[in-house]
């Protein structure tokens, strides 16, 4: 079964959850999949990056260098020109940044009167500010601030040229001290216009002092776009592995910070929408990535001179993740079952390929107990029915020693002695001295040996030699089944 197939089916099962709280019983109930992932990420954050890691290096190539750099350990070393045009517009872009960062003119009168319209406290007073929301690192207060933006947006995505068409700057700069005060705003209200927005929710992923993907995963990104399937011959076609591409970016989120990872998914949930309404609003997934790539995976204070041939690789890469955005942000399911197996089993983490191995049962230990010859292996069928068959024929020999003396007796005294040793039962009971009877010293029996003695001697012999059996089995079976109308058997 495919992978995607398979983690859809784990879903469909773990909506279904049974409550018998009254209490309850009237409210949603939400089942995250993902639990065990989460709890693995915070309470043991080594053991699931290691985990992570090891399974992103089995769909990618990563050199030493690039691993080192994806886990952390080495600062990355990102494309840069030396010219001095590149130069110039990395100093160009960082003193923008700044200027647009920490240097906001204070609002006017009419432009406080104006947000005072819009927000729930008057705008300009001195102290009024809680704190700056553009420019600095991404916190859960700020992606609070700018979800209200993503929160319209979806609201209006049958605009023409959304994300394109520029707003107006004016208008921008009062939302965005609006934003910055911590504020809500009253987007509603007509005040600012769809493509304001737009337009301010793409600066705020500019100024943001590394990208929503984070320079540690740059070089990753590049290798997951160069994922392509192969043909018989195990030649690279030209057509992507879209499978492997989504597993990749799957694991390569996990290892997103959370205020990352969660910002990324509002995003790539309102791009995919936008998508989908591209017969109104003109913008498909690939005319987004090319507004969003910028601002979401390139390296900052670099420009597209620097980046050369990998643009085309980075714009394709966003586009991608806009088109499968609803499936990106779930873990794989055997890392959800790792991730589980860490807290209900005694098993330590287990990659991919160990799933089907049978974990050995807790009582191991006591299973000896069980048996009383803990040395010998237990024996086969075929030494069990043996086994039973020579105590019966044990028991049975008792009954005929036991028998009166007669021909009958003798004769079956002397079938048991010809069988093997191993189910002879003369070393249990020992064979009494039978008394011989003294030879007839009659005329006529004289006369009888005289004549016929050499033919009846033969006779006796031939008649008393038996061949030897071939297979004890059978001559056992043959033996009971004689003796099983013998006065022994009635007796026993």
């Known amino acids: 079964m495919p992978l995607q197939k398979l983690s859809a089916l784990i879903e469909t099962i773990c909506n279904f959850v049974i409550c018998n709280d009254p209490s309850l019983r009237g409210q949603p109930i939400i089942f ?9 990420r915070h309470e043991k954050p080594e053991v699931f990056t290691e985990l992570v890691v090891s399974n992103i290096t089995r769909l990618i190539d990563l050199p030493g260098t690039e691993l080192a750099q994806l886990m952390g350990e080495e600062e990355p070393k990102l494309p840069g020109g030396t010219g001095t045009a590149s130069g110039f517009f990395r100093s160009l872009m960082s003193l923008k940044r700044k200027a647009n960062t920490w240097h906001h003119p204070l609002p006017s009168a009419q432009t406080s009167a104006q947000l005072s319209r819009v927000t729930s406290v008057p705008v300009g007073i001195p102290g009024a500010d809680k704190g700056v929301v553009f420019g600095s690192p991404l916190t859960e207060e700020g992606i609070a601030q700018v979800s209200q933006l993503i929160e319209y947006l979806h609201k209006n995505l049958r605009v023409e040229g959304l994300f394109r068409v520029p707003g107006n700057s ?18 509603d209200s007509g005040e600012f216009h769809s493509n304001d927005v737009a ?4 600066v705020f992923l500019g100024e943001l002092p590394e990208p929503l993907l984070t320079r540690k995963h740059f070089h990753a990104h590049l290798k997951i776009a160069d994922l392509m399937l192969f043909d018989e011959k195990g030649n690279k076609t030209g057509a992507p592995d879209k499978e492997r591409q989504i597993e990749a970016l799957q694991l390569l989120f996990l290892l997103l910070p959370a205020p990352n990872r969660s910002l990324l998914k509002l995003l790539l949930d309102l791009l995919y929408q936008t998508a989908k309404k591209q017969d109104k609003n003109k913008m498909s997934a690939h005319n987004l990535a090319l507004m969003f790539a ?41 890392i959800r079952e790792c991730a589980r197996l860490q807290y209900l089993s005694s098993r330590a983490h287990a990659s991919k390929d ?3 191995l049978p974990t050995a049962p807790a009582s191991k230990e006591l299973q000896p ?42 004769k079956l005294i002397r079938q048991f002695h010809k069988l093997p040793g191993a189910v002879t039962p003369g070393a249990d009971v020992p064979t009494p001295p039978v008394q011989r009877r003294t030879r007839s ?43 099983s109308g013998s006065p022994a058997n009635h007796a026993a």
Do not use: C
């Not at 009062?174 to 910055?180: E, F, I, M, P």
């Not at 597209?304 to 609803?326: C, P, R, W, Y």
């Not at 030699?465 to 071939?470: A, K, Y």
């Open 369 to 410: 107990l069980k048996s009383p010859k803990r040395g010998r292996p237990e024996p086969s069928p075929q030494q069990e029915t043996q086994q039973r068959t020579e105590e019966a024929l044990r028991e049975l020999f008792r009954h005929v020693h036991n028998m009166p003396d007669s021909a009958k007796k003798k």
């Open 441 to 483: 010293r009659s005329f006529s029996g004289l006369i009888k040996r005289k004549v016929l003695g050499t033919p009846v001697m033969l006779e006796r012999k031939s008649r008393d030699v038996t061949p030897e059996p071939e297979h004890a089995s059978k001559e056992n079976i043959q033996l009971l089944q004689k003796l």
């Open 32 to 40: 995250n999949p993902d639990f065990f992932v989460e709890k693995l």
């Open 294 to 334: 910028p601002h979401i995976l390139w390296p900052r204070n670099v420009t597209a001179n620097d980046l050369q041939e990998n643009i085309t690789k980075l714009n394709n890469g966003v586009a991608f993740m806009i088109k499968h955005s609803q499936k990106l942000f779930k873990a794989p399911v055997y």
């Open 170 to 187: 004016v208008r921008q700069q009062l939302l965005k001290d609006a934003l910055n005060s911590g504020m809500d705003v009253d987007l």
């Open 199 to 202: 337009t301010l929710l793409k």
């Open 354 to 356: 160990d799933l089907d």
